[in-house]
Structures are given as structure tokens and as C-alpha cells.
């Protein structure tokens, strides 16, 4: 049974747990899909797009950065535009943006989870792993932060190993001739503007998961200092890691195999013939599944938590469990439509919805650090120069141009579905006000 005396939260995040869940959530899946459908748009060129990906995720965490240690509480982008714009509307309007991306992001990676690399070892529906999957991250969740992020750091490890093998995999075959250098500027017979540019979309959602970190202000020891720090190091890391990965794949696998490998990194590591089983890559990249899964979930139950709590979604999500001090009532719902979520749509689908989302919830974000630069705290924290949130906002500008109105229609009945649901709640509200102020109306 679900209990709650008190709505605080334990700070046990260090510095190095923090590095580790963004870098967890950054790397996630994509990366293990990343190169292939970056080299169908920019050819051989990967570096190129996951450069400039890099830049507008660096611009737009900038901003995370200044508000997050502005304002350390629970919330994230929907905290930051209420105390910009003063709309709980539009609050609510972001927080659900980020809501459904992040649970819509789960559904899509239970379905990855449930797909090829699992064959490997057990052959069942993806209708029933799916939703299995979620309720064992569901269960996870609810132990502890502490308990979640010692595994995330587990995964990550064994995640970040799969990407080394990688690594050296490429190095053996250029070691013994297989690597082609002129590959790296061959931008597939596309302009590179529109090679770049559209490969910056694919290669942006990939850096994607950074901004989950915002929703554990609360839990993050010394949040001021500590979050700038972790959230700039594990983006430069993962960059780093994208670069030698998409460079390296691109640099031993002709153009147009990278294109229609369905798991190109499993070739190379196959190809240079480590000696590693193909069922151990399998379960290295089921891990890197498992982990953003479990992290998308976290930032989904800490968000429904937040949003609670500013009274913009009843106030039973913004309950914790008694003796675990983990939002119980914002798990339990999170993880139940994700599970919902995972017989609407394919992965693809999923996914391309999710980048839109984001890309909506980053845009409040960088205008509402600008909002708030008048605002002062009585306390030290990150600032940016105003000029970086406006590159931050044209960047997002830019990105969506290139999104098709197949996922405008989708993302928007999404943000409409919400407007419903905040209205039903302000309705239950009211309701509940006028019974409290005139206790005899129900007797006329």
C-alpha cells in the first residue's frame, strides 16, 4: 500500500552518479543504430552532422544549466516556463511535451528491447515483453534513486564496453587495410548543407536525454556546483564517443553496407573477428536499451511528481512512497502508459514523435532562461551569456523545419489531449473550492 507523510525527496546523487545517468541517458540505444541512418542522409561524412548535433545540444543545456541551478527543484522545463510566463497553462503545456516525450521514448524502447537483439536468446510477442519489460523498470524505480542509478551505473559501464570493442574493432581492420579515408568527405552526392543539416536531426536525437537530469534537482548533492559540471562533461564525453564511433564505422564499411546494415556496429565487431559471440554484443546492446528505459522512466515519475505539486495534475502524483521516498502514485502512472503506449505505433514512429516534442520543450526552455535573467536569487549559480540561448533558439527553429507534418499532427493532438486533461483537472478544482466555500450547496 502507498503511503506518504511528507513530499521531500533524498539528496544521495553525487557528482559521478550524475555524469553517469546523462551519459547513460544520452547514449542510450541510438547509438548502436546511429551510423547507419546518419550515412543515408550525409554519406560517409557521419562526423559532419554529429558535430553540429553536438553544438545544439551544447547550446541548449547551457540553459539547462543556468536554470536548473537557479531553480534546484522538481519540475524541470515546466517549472522553468511557469516562472517565466506566468501561464500554468502553458506550464502545464511544456511539462505534458516532456511527459509524453519521455514516456512515449520508453514505449519505444521496450519495443526495441523486444526486438531482434532479444531473438537472439528468447523468441516471444513484443506485446508481451513490452509491457513486462516496463513493469520490471516500473518495480526498479520504485526501490530508490540510489538503487536506480547504481544499476544505470552498472549498464553504463557494460554499455560504454560494447562501444570500446567497437572502437578497437575499427582499429583491427584499419590495421590490416579495410579502412578507406576518402569515405570521410564523401557526403553521399548531396549538397553538404542538406547532407549535414539533414543528418543533424537523426544525430540530434541521439544526444537527446540530457534534459532529464533537470527533474532530480532535488536529489542531486550540492545542486548548484554539481549540475553544470556533470551535465557539460557527459555531453562532451558522449560527443566524443559519437564522433570515434560514426567516424570509425564510416571509415571501414562501404556507404551504401553502413546504409543497409540493420545492426552496422555487430558487423564491424563481426568483421574484425575478436573472437566476441555475437550473443554477447546482443545483450551488451539489450543493456544499453534496459538503461535508457530505466532513466527515460525516472525523468517521467520525478516530472509527474513536479508538475503535482504546482497543482497542474492532481495532487495524489505528487506523493512518495513512506519508507522508499520514491514518487510511488507518478510510477505507477507513468509506467502504465508507456506500457498503453507500446500498442500504438511501431518504434520509428514513436521515436519521430519524440524528437518534436523535445524540440518544443527546448524552445520554452531557451526563451524562459532569457525571461529570467531579470530574476535574481539570493544564491550563486551557473549563468550564460544571453547570446547562447538565442543560438540555442534558432537552433531548435531550424530542426523543426525539417520535421514532416505527418509528426506536426501527431505532436499536436498530443499537446491537445493535454490541454483536455488540464482542463478537467481545473474543473475538478473549482468544483472542489465551491463544495469547501458553500458545504449546503449539495442540499438544495
Given at each position: 500500500?502507498?503511503?506518504?507523510?511528507?513530499?521531500?525527496?533524498?539528496?544521495?546523487?553525487?557528482?559521478?552518479?550524475?555524469?553517469?545517468?546523462?551519459l547513460g541517458d544520452v547514449l542510450g540505444a541510438g547509438v548502436y543504430a546511429l551510423a547507419g541512418a546518419i550515412a543515408d542522409r550525409a554519406g560517409g561524412a557521419i562526423w559532419a552532422p554529429l558535430g553540429m548535433a553536438l553544438f545544439f545540444a551544447?547550446?541548449?543545456?547551457?540553459?539547462?544549466?543556468?536554470?536548473?541551478?537557479?531553480?534546484?527543484?522538481?519540475?524541470?522545463?515546466?517549472?522553468?516556463?511557469?516562472?517565466?510566463?506566468?501561464?500554468?497553462?502553458?506550464?502545464?503545456?511544456?511539462?505534458?511535451?516532456?511527459?509524453?516525450?519521455?514516456?512515449?521514448?520508453?514505449?519505444?524502447?521496450?519495443?526495441?528491447?523486444?526486438?531482434?537483439?532479444?531473438?537472439?536468446?528468447?523468441?516471444?510477442?513484443?506485446?508481451?515483453?513490452?509491457?513486462?519489460?516496463?513493469?520490471?523498470?516500473?518495480?526498479?524505480?520504485?526501490?530508490?534513486?540510489?538503487e536506480s542509478l547504481g544499476a544505470n551505473l552498472v549498464m553504463t559501464v557494460v554499455e560504454?564496453?560494447?562501444?570500446?570493442?567497437?572502437?578497437?574493432?575499427?582499429?583491427?581492420?584499419?590495421?590490416?587495410?579495410?579502412?578507406?579515408?576518402?569515405?570521410?568527405?564523401?557526403?553521399?552526392?548531396?549538397?553538404?548543407?542538406?547532407?549535414?543539416?539533414?543528418?543533424?536531426?537523426?544525430?540530434?536525437?541521439?544526444?537527446?536525454?540530457?534534459?532529464?537530469?533537470?527533474?532530480?534537482?532535488?536529489?542531486?548533492?550540492?545542486?548548484?556546483?554539481?549540475?553544470?559540471?556533470?551535465l557539460f562533461a557527459a555531453l562532451l564525453l558522449a560527443g566524443v564517443i559519437y564522433l570515434a564511433i560514426g567516424a570509425g564505422a564510416a571509415l571501414v564499411m562501404p556507404v551504401q553496407q553502413l546504409v543497409a546494415a540493420s545492426t552496422p556496429l555487430l558487423d564491424i565487431v563481426h568483421s574484425a573477428e575478436l573472437g566476441v559471440?555475437?550473443?554477447?554484443?546482443?545483450?551488451?546492446?539489450?543493456?544499453?536499451?534496459?538503461?535508457?528505459?530505466?532513466?527515460?522512466?525516472?525523468?517521467?515519475?520525478?516530472?509527474?511528481?513536479?508538475?503535482?505539486?504546482?497543482?497542474?495534475?492532481?495532487?495524489?502524483?505528487?506523493?512518495?512512497l513512506h519508507r522508499r521516498r520514491t514518487p510511488g502514485y507518478a510510477i505507477a502512472a507513468t509506467t502504465g502508459l508507456a506500457a498503453l503506449l507500446t500498442f500504438t505505433g511501431s518504434l520509428q514512429v514513436l521515436a519521430e514523435t519524440v524528437v518534436l516534442l523535445l524540440l518544443l520543450v527546448f524552445l520554452s526552455t531557451n526563451v524562459a532562461v532569457l525571461v529570467l535573467k531579470k530574476d535574481k536569487v539570493d544564491a550563486e549559480?551557473?549563468?550564460?551569456?544571453?547570446?547562447?540561448?538565442?543560438?540555442?533558439?534558432?537552433?531548435?527553429?531550424?530542426?523543426?523545419?525539417?520535421?514532416?507534418?505527418?509528426n506536426w499532427l501527431r505532436a499536436g493532438a498530443l499537446l491537445a489531449l493535454g490541454a483536455v486533461l488540464y482542463g478537467l483537472t481545473s474543473f475538478v478544482r473549482q468544483a472542489g473550492r465551491a463544495r469547501t466555500d458553500d458545504p449546503e450547496g449539495g442540499m438544495r
Open positions: 500500500m502507498i503511503a506518504s507523510e511528507s513530499s521531500s525527496l533524498k539528496r544521495v546523487i553525487s557528482t559521478r552518479l550524475l555524469v553517469f545517468f546523462i551544447l547550446l541548449t543545456a547551457a540553459s539547462y544549466a543556468e536554470l536548473v541551478s537557479k531553480y534546484p527543484r522538481a519540475g524541470g522545463a515546466a517549472l522553468f516556463a511557469r516562472q517565466a510566463f506566468g501561464s500554468p497553462l502553458l506550464a502545464f503545456l511544456v511539462g505534458f511535451a516532456m511527459l509524453a516525450a519521455g514516456v512515449t521514448s520508453a514505449a519505444g524502447l521496450a519495443l526495441a528491447f523486444a526486438g531482434e537483439y532479444l531473438r537472439v536468446f528468447i523468441d516471444w510477442p513484443a506485446a508481451v515483453l513490452a509491457p513486462l519489460f516496463l513493469l520490471l523498470i516500473g518495480v526498479l524505480n520504485a526501490r530508490g534513486i540510489k560504454l564496453s560494447g562501444l570500446v570493442l567497437v572502437i578497437v574493432a575499427v582499429a583491427v581492420l584499419a590495421g590490416q587495410g579495410q579502412s578507406e579515408p576518402a569515405r570521410l568527405i564523401d557526403f553521399g552526392g548531396n549538397g553538404p548543407a542538406g547532407a549535414v543539416l539533414g543528418g543533424a536531426l537523426l544525430a540530434f536525437y541521439s544526444y537527446v536525454g540530457f534534459e532529464t537530469s533537470a527533474n532530480l534537482a532535488e536529489e542531486i548533492k550540492d545542486v548548484r556546483r554539481t549540475y553544470p559540471r556533470a559471440p555475437d550473443g554477447v554484443f546482443a545483450l551488451i546492446a539489450l543493456v544499453a536499451v534496459a538503461n535508457g528505459a530505466l532513466l527515460t522512466m525516472i525523468m517521467a515519475s520525478r516530472l509527474t511528481l513536479g508538475m503535482a505539486r504546482d497543482g497542474l495534475i492532481p495532487g495524489l502524483f505528487g506523493r512518495v549559480h551557473y549563468a550564460v551569456q544571453p547570446l547562447v540561448p538565442v543560438l540555442a533558439i534558432f537552433s531548435c527553429l531550424l530542426l523543426m523545419s525539417q520535421q514532416p507534418w505527418q
